[in-house]
């Protein structure tokens, strides 16, 4: 099971870049990177997936160095509502779901 | 494109107590996945389901049990209610066997034990 180790939380203001980064030194070699975003009362929201190298969508970026021990999410230009509590999880969904752990998350407060 | 439904969305009972709670997966997928998240605490795996069976389960008890039907909606099980019960109850979806796509969430039936 490749636990993952994320800041407790983290402050920012708005309009800032924010990079949330992930240490999951037991990753093994089928496993992806999936972050997710959790607003209070909801379910968490898919925001990027990752295998190697940089991933990039509309919402955000996923940084993966060669060696894969670590991921780092980067909000670009960050507002108001995207204050939440950040998922890291990494596994291989084939395996099964109780291989994805998800921890405490990264509790992003965005300040105007 | 419906995804994760989730029904009811908030629940009161009393300790002792049975409840089930219901979940609709996102159009296309075939394997549900149930989570405990207490508050303030991330989402805790408590059962999969794939194929109508329970394939894989977590570190809960006897009192909570699932089941899958045909059309791949899943229901949960808890008997015995505890305070400690009380909690978000997620339910998540995929597509069994492949491992790029990652699972989507319900917003969750709130449980309140009394």
């Known amino acids: 099971l490749a636990k993952t180790t994320q800041p407790i939380s983290m402050d920012s203001y708005e309009g800032q870049e924010v990079n949330i980064t992930c240490s999951h030194n037991n990753i093994a070699t089928n496993d992806y990177i999936t972050w997710y975003q959790q607003f209070p009362s909801q379910g968490p929201r898919f925001i990027i997936q990752?295998?190697?190298t940089k991933v990039t969508n509309e919402v955000a970026s996923l940084f993966i160095p060669a060696d894969r021990k670590s991921s780092t999410l980067s909000l670009p230009r960050v507002s108001l509502s995207d204050t939440a509590v950040y998922y890291c999880l990494v596994g291989d969904i084939r395996t099964g779901a109780n291989n994805l752990f998800f921890g405490t998350g990264t509790r992003l407060t965005v300040i105007p | 494109d419906a995804g994760v439904t989730q029904s009811p969305t908030h629940l009161i009972k009393t300790r002792g107590q049975q409840v089930t709670l219901r979940c609709s997966p996102k159009s296309g997928h075939d394997t549900v996945s149930w989570y405990q998240q207490a508050l303030g605490q991330g989402p805790q795996f408590i059962f999969q389901y794939y194929e109508e069976e329970e394939r894989q389960r977590g570190n809960f008890p006897d009192r909570f049990s699932g089941h899958q039907f045909p059309n791949y909606s899943s229901e949960l099980n808890v008997n015995a209610l505890l305070l400690g019960d009380s909690a978000l109850y997620l339910c998540?979806?995929?597509?069994?066997?492949?491992?790029?796509?990652?699972?989507?969430f319900g917003d969750g039936t709130r449980l309140s034990i009394l």
């Open positions: 998540a979806s995929s597509l069994a066997q492949v491992s790029n796509q990652p699972q989507h």
């Open positions: 990752g295998y190697k």
